[in-house]
C-alpha cells in the first residue's frame, strides 16, 4: 500500500492512552510527523520520546484541555508547520445514570469534552486547511451517534451532534479538497468504562466480561487507513464492531 502520509503532520487529541495514542504511534510509524494532545503532561513525554526514538520523526507535545478554546488559539498560534490532518480523538462518558437522576456535572463534562473540543479544535484549524485548500478532518464517533440506549441519554446526544457536526463540516468544505470523515466504534476495551465508571475497575471490566471487545489497535488501524486514501476518496463514516456486538444494545457474551 503507498504511504501518503510521510512527513506529513497529524494532530491528535486525547493521545495519552486508548485510541488517540495507537493511532500516535500508527502515523509516527508511517512516518508522519504528529502533534500528540492531553492533559497528562507525563504520558505525553513519554510518548513522545517513544515515538522520536523509535521511528524518527518529529513530535510535538501540546498539553491542554480540547475545552480551553483560548489554551488551543495560543498553542497553534506559536506552531509553525501546517497540519495536514486533525483528529478529533478526545471525549468521554460520564455516568450511566438516567436523565431523572443524572449528574449535572457529568452532563457539562461530556458535552464541553465531546461537542464542544471537537468544535474548537476544528474552528481553529479549518481555516487554514481550506486556504490550503488540502487537509484531512477525522472525527471518533460511537455507534451512540448512531442509536441510542437507556442509561446513555446525554453520551448518546454528544456522539450524534458529533455525527450532525461531520455532516455539516463537509458541507461547509464543498468545493475544496478538504476531507472529512468520521469513525463510530463500539465497545472498544480503553480507559473508556473506567472513566464512565469513575474509577469503579470491577464494574469498568464487566462491560467486556464473556466477549471479545476491540482494541485501541483496532480502530487506529482504520483512522490510518481513512487518512492513507488518494485525495480524491473521502470516507465519510465508519461503523466498526467487535463480531460479538450487533448494535448498541446486543452484544453476545460466552457464559
Not at 118 to 130: C, G, S, W
Not at 194 to 205: E, H, L, Q
Request: aromatic share 8%; hydrophobic share 40%; proline share 3%.
Amino acid at each position: 500500500m503507498r504511504n501518503r502520509l510521510e512527513e506529513k503532520w497529524a494532530f491528535i487529541t486525547g493521545a495519552t492512552a486508548g485510541i488517540g495514542k495507537a493511532t500516535a504511534e500508527l502515523f509516527a510509524q508511517s512516518q508522519c510527523n504528529v502533534v500528540i494532545n492531553g492533559r497528562r503532561k507525563e504520558r505525553l513525554e513519554n510518548l513522545k520520546n517513544h515515538l522520536q526514538e523509535e521511528y524518527k520523526v518529529a513530535v510535538r507535545i501540546a498539553c491542554f484541555d480540547v475545552r480551553n478554546r483560548e489554551a488551543i488559539s495560543d498553542w497553534l498560534s506559536a506552531f509553525d508547520q501546517p497540519i495536514d490532518i486533525l483528529v478529533n480523538n478526545a471525549g468521554l462518558a460520564r455516568g450511566v445514570d438516567a436523565v431523572f437522576d443524572a449528574q449535572f456535572d457529568d452532563w457539562d463534562d461530556m458535552i464541553d469534552t465531546n461537542i464542544k473540543g471537537v468544535l474548537n479544535m476544528t474552528r481553529l484549524i479549518a481555516p487554514q486547511m481550506k486556504e490550503r485548500n488540502s487537509g484531512h478532518i477525522i472525527n471518533i464517533g460511537s455507534i451512540a451517534g448512531h442509536e441510542s440506549y437507556d442509561g446513555g441519554s446525554v453520551y448518546c446526544a454528544t456522539k450524534h451532534a458529533v455525527k450532525a457536526f461531520t455532516e455539516s463540516t463537509k458541507k461547509d468544505l464543498h468545493g475544496t479538497k478538504v476531507r472529512v470523515s468520521m469513525v463510530s466504534p463500539g465497545l472498544v476495551e480503553t480507559e473508556f468504562s473506567n472513566v464512565r465508571f469513575k474509577g469503579d475497575d470491577d464494574r469498568a471490566d464487566e462491560v467486556y466480561d464473556d466477549m471479545q471487545p476491540l482494541t485501541g489497535q483496532d480502530i487506529a488501524e482504520v483512522v490510518h487507513f481513512i487518512a492513507n486514501r488518494p485525495p480524491h476518496v473521502n470516507i465519510m463514516d465508519s461503523i466498526v464492531f467487535p463480531v460479538d456486538q450487533s448494535s448498541s444494545s446486543m452484544v453476545y457474551r460466552d457464559e
